[in-house]
């Protein structure tokens, strides 16, 4: 697995591309996928990903330090489901 370092240098060797610059289209990336599924409800990027924000509904849980139960509110969340075709890239 790589780190996020080792990515930019894959890139930067692979792309034809400087270190920095390859270091700004990651970041640039992740902000951008990030912002669009925050302000849009959700990005489906065919062949990679698909992210959405959900409700979620209110729910009885437990503190794991005193053993409580408690109630946890009703929230929204973000989902991130990876495409079949990027999932079956190791096969």
Known sequence: ML???QFIE?????YDTTKKNAG????TFV???MSATKECGGINLVGFAKSEVVNVSE???VNPSTGAKIVIPA???V????SK???????
């Open 85 to 91: 075709k990027f999932r079956n890239l190791a096969d």
């Open 75 to 77: 929230h929204k969340a």
């Open 3 to 5: 780190t996020k370092n």
């Open 31 to 33: 902000s951008a996928f």
């Open 79 to 82: 989902k991130v489901k990876i």
């Open 10 to 14: 894959y890139i930067s060797e692979n």
């Open 59 to 61: 729910k009885n849980g």
């Open 24 to 27: 700004e289209i990651i970041d």
